[in-house]
């Protein structure tokens, strides 16, 4: 009875105030599955004040997330269960941001207009509670990175822009692009003196051989060693083989000049890749790169539970870019970043699964993007199939598993990208989901 509703209630807070908390921390998935615990537990026994928070969570979550439309629709549930201004106040504005992001001005600029005729002083008093709040989250944040100290081994994720890194990976390819250039250089240069030497050898040999009364005459250039030969017959031979010789030596001085010329044009590609890194390691640019905020991340489960031989690797995202960092060093070793014809203008990654060699993300423009990071200079495939912001996903070498605010499981070939299953039947989007081994 009585002392049942209460536990449940009491529960349903609990579950409200952690997503609060792993919302701020930037933990938006994990704030997801405890908003949707704290709605379950708020209709099983009709508590509308927890209903009504968890409805607000779910839609601050899918703001995070890119996700504008389910944000919307979660606000707007909100709305029938709320009763003070101060609540309506803050639904109204996720609200306005949801328009501006889905090009609804209009509708933006009648919620804009409402929220400025509403009694402010709900907000007023309110204020100091929300900077208490604030407070004491950050406080307990700090907490949790004093513990985490103490207690394990802290990595620090370099910090690059995803302009450097190609830029670096372009300066290295170039360094060994001007070292194979200058090794064959120097090998054509070597070549060439070789040839001038037998011209040389060749031209002196003729110009004895023409010169002498003798019928026959000795010459090392026939066979090697010295043999006795006819006048006659060493000219001929001599003279073929000094045309050959000098058009042997034409076609290196060439590639020599060839090979200079590409030297001194890769020379001057280097040049220019440093001073562009040079500007992206600018101090402004080093100020703007430290404000980076992750919106995903993922790990090899072999990695994180202590079983099999995972890369130590870590993935994370912002916007459309994927970084993969080295889990011991915290090294950025690669950035993943799929150009508009692939997977178009609008690819912000919303969902990230990291397992083996392979990373996959879901995009809010319905993709599913598979990534093989030996070859990372462009996706393994793009699969299309979902209607909406692609919002969680995970995978192994042989299948992935997305789930969408669109309340579907597709489920695709790893390897070929192909879609194999669609899974309609939930009431709402997938807020997370999980593939085992031997599921299918």
Known sequence: GMEQSAAIHLHAEVNGKVAEVHLHLGSVEVAIVYFGRQLELANEMSLRSQRAAAFVGLGKCYIEKGDFKYAESFLEESLDVIADDASKIEVYSNLQICCESLGRQQKAAELEHKIKQMNMSSWDTSRPNVEKARSDLLAMQQRLVDVTNEEAKLTTLEVKSAKLVKLQCRLKDKKEEIDDIAHTLQELTALSHELESVIQELEREIKNATMSKKKRVMSRLIQGTSQDVRTSELLLRHREKLKQVRTQLDDCMADVFDHEMKLHNAKD?????????????????????????????????????????????????????????????????????????????????????????????????????????????????????????????????????????DKLILIWNAVSGNLLYRVPGHSRGIHHIRVGPDWF
């Not at 539970?305 to 994927?322: L, M, P, Q």
């Not at 993943?336 to 879901?362: H, K």
């Not at 299309?384 to 969680?392: F, I, Q």
């Not at 995978?395 to 969408?404: F, H, L, N």
């Open 269 to 405: 590609d280097l040049r220019s890749l440093e001073e562009d890194i040079q500007l992206e390691q600018s101090p402004l640019m080093v100020r703007v790169l430290n404000r980076r905020e992750y919106g995903n991340m993922s790990m090899d489960t072999n990695v994180a539970t202590g079983h099999g031989d995972g890369d130590d690797y870590i993935v994370s995202s912002e916007g459309s870019a994927v970084y993969v960092h080295s889990l011991i060093s915290g090294q950025l070793t690669n950035v993943l970043l799929g150009n508009e014809r692939q997977c178009g203008s609008a690819c912000v990654v919303t969902a990230l699964c990291y397992q083996g060699n392979r990373v996959y993300m879901g995009t809010r423009n319905h993709l599913v993007v598979s990534w093989d990071l030996s070859k990372p200079d462009a996706p393994a495939f793009v699969g299309k199939g979902h209607e909406a912001a692609v919002t969680s996903i995970s995978g192994d070498d042989k299948k992935v598993i997305s789930g969408g605010a």
